[in-house]
């Protein structure tokens, strides 16, 4: 996982912004670290866009976003 400086940057901006983007090359724990970020605040929103399910949530992003606050 990513040094721990990283992790604690990523979670100081989750309080000033209520989203972050993680960008990066294949199999480098991207994933893995949006997933332990959103198990460590409850009320969270974890969307994988590579799941097709998922980014179909997307299509009225307005309203999936409001149901889930």
Known sequence: MLARHQV????????????????????????????????????????DLEVPAERAKLAQAGTFLAANR
């Open 8 to 47: 604690a940057e990523i979670t100081q901006r989750l309080n000033y912004v209520p989203g972050v983007v993680l960008l990066g090359a294949r199999q480098v724990g991207k994933t893995t670290l949006a997933r332990a970020l959103a198990t460590a605040k409850p009320d969270a929103l974890f969307l």
